[in-house]
């Protein structure tokens, strides 16, 4: 290859020279701009930043209506943890619930077995203790990163115990109708989130929802402006990743435009909703100050728990 702008731009990808088979995008403007495969055999991608882009935005875009459709989402989990047998609706509503309330990585099998670093779906039974109505976790998570954790839910805890008897290495297992075991995989864990809801969300959307919902309750319940350092330390507390990741792809862009902007007006004008079956104070809150792209003010908030209440 001679043409200097055509390697220049290739070099601009980013492809480490260490990755094999490595395939670049003839067109400088498609969304996959590059594939290779890195040292421990996993599948790497280079996409085109637009792409990227595109996609963060539609994420953020999406964070109020993922609210809407959560009551819809948590009562079904609430009744499929009731079940008396180990099906598979039982046991996925219990990763849902385990990514609801701790906020962890559904987790991908080959990431597991390559890095040893875990998810809600390839957690081991060694990663989990229950006890009496909490479970205990300790893992190794993203980059390495040991969690512990402990998740106070006896509907939660309840399950576990009883997948803890059979023939699976897995955390999270089910029954079939022949008696043998499964694990919880991530296909099935977003197959359950889009048949409840009803919409195309995933996995992934719980993590970008209590990222926001923290850095909400941070804003809302502050005395004084808060720095977005101050912002941010209860979202990677909750999160377990850095300030930078959470800042970058985790909490809504518009909570950080508040922090730089200035937040006397927004405590001012804000009138916290009561709290739904489904959804808390704060839950409420944000949803109506992200739909009015503006400080939640009290009319707003009313218009907006309104149809929450219903959904509850």
């Not at 731009?9 to 670049?24: E, H, Q, T, V």
């Not at 040991?146 to 897995?170: C, G, I, Y």
């Not at 704060?282 to 739909?291: D, M, P, V, Y």
Request: glycine share 6%; aromatic share 8%; with cysteine.
């Amino acid at each position: 290859m001679t043409d200097r702008d055509e390697i220049d731009r290739l070099n601009a990808i980013g492809l480490p020279p260490a990755y094999g088979d490595a395939w670049f995008c003839p067109k400088p403007n498609g969304h996959i701009q590059a594939v290779g495969w890195d040292e421990k055999g996993r599948k790497q991608y280079r996409y085109h930043l637009g792409f990227r882009e595109a996609q963060e935005a539609a994420k953020y875009e999406r964070c109020a209506d993922f609210g809407h459709a959560l009551p819809k989402l948590r009562k079904r989990v609430e009744a499929d943890l009731a079940s008396r047998k180990l099906t598979r609706d039982r046991a996925v509503a219990a990763v849902v619930r385990l990514l609801d309330t701790a906020h962890i990585r559904v987790g991908n099998e080959a990431y597991a077995e390559a890095n040893e670093s875990f998810g809600a779906t390839t957690l081991r039974k060694r990663h989990g203790a229950v006890s009496g109505s909490t479970l205990k976790l300790r893992f190794k998570g993203k980059s390495g990163k040991e969690r512990t954790l402990k998740v106070a839910d006896r509907a939660l805890a309840s399950v576990v115990k009883k997948m803890a008897d059979l023939d699976e290495q897995h955390l999270f297992a089910w029954l079939d109708d022949a008696g043998d075991a499964h694990p919880v995989t991530s296909s099935d864990v977003n197959a359950y989130i889009k048949a409840a809801t009803g919409e195309d969300f995933t996995a992934k959307h719980f993590r970008t929802w209590a990222a926001s919902v923290t850095a909400f309750e941070a804003l809302a319940t502050a005395e004084r402006d808060l720095s977005l350092k101050t912002m941010l330390e209860p979202v990677v507390a909750k999160l377990g990743n850095t300030p930078a990741i959470a800042r970058k792809s985790y909490v809504h862009p518009s909570l950080i435009d508040l922090v730089k902007k200035g937040q006397s007006a927004f405590r001012t004008a804000l009138r916290l909703p009561r709290a739904k079956r489904y959804l808390t104070r704060e839950e409420c809150g944000l949803i109506a100050f992200l739909e009015a792209g503006t400080p939640a003010a009290p009319a707003l908030v009313a218009k907006i728990a309104a149809p929450l209440a219903k959904a509850a």
